[in-house]
């Protein structure tokens, strides 16, 4: 009997599916053969070929279907795509991609299963997502602390990310690639905030600026009122704007300042000028809303190196705290 052409199943050796050609076979068509034989015994013909009187496959290699079926499958096999993080890679073969195929050999189809994607880039975002990440961070006092909370990290849009991906790899295009973000960081790997950070020890009320590893600057502060439970939480987080001459609007308060800085919602740095002094312990009965209020002079130079999106690390460091001068001489 003929044999119809057909895709074989993924060979992981050679990376590609295979085609498989018909087989032409032996087997007399009945009806052709009896007209072939009729025509040659009313001609009294001694011999009689049966060309073209054989059954034929119905499928052949040279079947549109099956052929645009076989390019597809090996398209798929031949997608090699990689993200880099950092020093980190993760490459997706044609290998993995022909496991999250949907194959119907039968009809000569396929599909490409998105929630198999979509489980994909959850893998990455599980392993390479660092927001609301807990961080090791080495302060400036020499101690390594373990801050938890904030909204500083790389952050996956997984959903947009599943979409692109999946559109990749039905073109067939290998190559690099770049997830998609909600939000970056400064760096893969740890630490992720980089070099260039605010560095806010609300223990000790003092702040230190880094730029490119070095200490540019260093400013006492006065953080939220803990008598009145707004404690300035810490966290790792990043400026969100800055703003010159903005009016800070609260339940009960409206107060105008030069240089405003946020960066955990209305949380921020700004230059307090109605304070006379800075740091110790003032900001447990006479603290603010929960912003870092600093000397005019120094919110001034802050706001001259940040920019949007400048980490900013706040902490707390046991054994730091200190007393201001007017303090002690109260």
Known sequence: KPENAYV???NEEKNSFEMVKEVEGNTLDRKKAEEKMTQALMKLDEEVSFDGCYEKPEITSDTEQLK?????????????????????????????????????????????????????????RRHHDTIFGTRKFMTSYGQEV???????????????????????????????????????????????????????????????????????????FVSGNSARGYDTPEG???ITYKQRNATLVGENYE??????????KNIGMHDATWRSSFGGTIYKTKGSHGCINMPYEKAQE????????????????????????????K
């Not at 990689?82 to 194959?103: A, M, P, R, S």
């Not at 920019?307 to 900013?312: A, Q, Y």
Request: charged letters at 20%; one cysteine or more; a negative charge.
């Open 8 to 10: 074989s199943g993924y």
């Open 146 to 220: 373990t801050i938890e909370g904030g909204d500083y990290g790389w952050w996956m849009n997984y959903q947009q990310e599943a979409k692109e991906l999946a559109a990749q790899i039905e073109t067939g295009e290998s190559g690099e690639r770049m997830p998609v973000y909600y939000q970056t960081a400064a760096s893969y790997g740890a630490p992720d905030y980089g070099d260039t950070y605010v560095e806010i020890n609300l223990t000790a009320q003092h702040l230190f600026f880094y730029k490119d590893g070095q200490l540019v600057m260093e400013s006492d």
């Open 236 to 238: 790792t987080y990043s």
């Open 68 to 124: 645009t079926f076989y390019h597809k499958l090996n398209q798929y096999a031949g997608v090699n795509i990689k993200y880099t993080f950092g020093t980190e890679v993760e490459e997706l073969t044609g290998q993995d991609i022909c496991g999250w195929l949907n194959i119907d050999y039968e009809n000569n189809t396929v599909s490409l299963d998105a929630d198999k994607v979509s489980d994909y880039v959850a893998y990455l």
């Open 302 to 329: 802050l706001y001259g190196y940040i920019e949007k999106g400048t980490p900013v690390i706040c902490y707390h460091l046991a054994g730091t705290e200190h007393s201001t001068e007017s303090e002690l001489e």
């Open 255 to 264: 107060t105008p300042v030069s240089y405003w800085m946020p960066f955990n």
